[in-house]
């Protein structure tokens, strides 16, 4: 199945990660749209399979962005929300997502 499968009919996509974060050990694109948060990873070297963590925006109560490292730096998102939901990736990347983040959640 392709992402826009799992869209709803209105929702409509307002970023939509150019490189690949990790969350609890896996590569997913991070989409956000104007009511939810999407991680879509495709797993499977002959059969793909995909893997999509959706966590509804306005559950979402605290957003935090952190960097670690001296010479290859990396971006930590965490979001509190239903569940505590961790992202890693390079750090001009996950400023990118933080920021899309920040312009939708209230």
Request: aromatic letters at 6%.
């Amino acid at each position: 199945m392709a992402l826009r499968d799992y869209l709803n009919p209105t929702e409509q996509v307002s970023f939509k990660s150019g490189a690949t974060v990790k969350h609890g050990g896996k590569d997913y694109q991070v989409i956000v749209t104007d009511r939810r948060l999407i991680l879509y990873g495709r797993r499977g070297i002959v059969i793909k399979n995909d893997d999509v963590i959706t966590e509804r925006l306005d559950n979402v109560q605290e957003i935090r962005y952190r960097e670690k490292g001296l010479i290859s730096k990396r971006g930590i998102i965490t979001i509190e929300a239903v569940r505590s939901i961790q992202l890693v990736g390079d750090a001009s990347e996950m400023r990118r997502i933080f920021n899309s983040l920040l312009q939708v959640v209230q």
